[in-house]
């Protein structure tokens, strides 16, 4: 079973962006960037897969600049065996980058292909959805539990008050949840032995994809600053100044 993973470099989840002064976007120069971080429980999930005998390779693929190479590598280094670099310098839109994963799948022939549920970038939670309709192929979204049978793949999802499993048939499109998985961290070792395993490098017009932006950003502001808070002696102070802002 062959399981490709889709991975995003993103704004690291750690840093405390901040709005362009033109309010055009979010300042990405000297940012750290780093994988997705549910694309790293996707990579864990597919690597787990492999380990334990029901994959055969793990294929990461990544469509951003250059540098998206170092998150390819981050995949390679957890277990990944090879990547598919796509290089695009400007912003992703989800459509663009399922429709490079379509002609993707179509040359690779994966049996699953795990992304993210979201790139915490754009929050669009969008990509496998919209994969899995140009490819006709079954979906499970938000997954926390991914067991693959004989052709089939059960996916238990994260529902309002409990849990659902839904069985899909192969090949389909599975997107990671927070609780699927934690992702390991790569030891030193592996992190060399990635240095050495192939990535191909391609561009869009290689598969025939129009990138131009189909959304455009009006506007980007920071949430509004929080106001300060007042400290009250007693609970009836507390009844008092909140009966006074009409909030009992
Ligand atoms: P989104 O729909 O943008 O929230 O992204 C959902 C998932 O799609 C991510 O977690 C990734 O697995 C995948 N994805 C989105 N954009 C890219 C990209 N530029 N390169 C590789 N994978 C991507």
Do not use: H
Not at 48 to 73: D, F, H, M, N, Y
Not at 230 to 243: G, N, P, W
């Amino acid at each position: 079973m062959k399981v490709l993973v889709p991975v995003k470099r993103v704004v690291d989840y750690n840093v405390k962006v901040r709005v362009k002064a033109d309010n055009s976007g979010v300042e990405l120069a000297n940012v750290k960037m780093s994988m997705n971080p549910f694309d790293e429980i996707a990579v864990e999930e597919a690597v787990r897969l492999k380990e334990a005998g029901t994959a055969t390779e793990v294929v990461v693929v990544s469509i951003g600049p250059k540098q998206a190479q170092e998150t390819i590598r981050t995949g390679l280094a957890m277990g990944g065996d090879r990547g598919i670099l796509v290089e695009y310098d400007a912003e992703t839109e989800p459509l663009a980058v399922a429709k490079l994963l379509k002609a993707i799948a179509a040359e690779e022939n994966p049996d699953l292909v795990v992304l993210g549920k979201q790139a915490i970038d754009d929050d669009c939670s969008q990509t496998g959805q919209m994969l899995a309709q140009l490819l006709g192929w079954s979906q499970g979204t938000f997954a926390s539990k991914v067991t693959p049978g004989d052709g089939t793949v059960d996916v238990t999802r994260e529902i309002d008050g409990g849990l659902e499993t839904i069985q899909l048939k192969m090949p389909a499109v599975v997107t990671a949840d927070l609780r699927l998985n934690e992702p390991r961290y790569a030891s030193l070792p592996n992190i060399m032995k990635a240095k050495k395993k192939e990535i191909a490098m391609k561009t869009p017009a290689d598969y025939g994809v129009d990138m131009t932006p189909r959304l455009s950003t009006e506007r980007v502001e920071e949430p509004p600053e929080r106001q300060a808070g007042v400290m009250v002696e007693s609970v009836s102070d507390l009844v008092a100044a909140l009966k006074e802002k009409g909030a009992l």
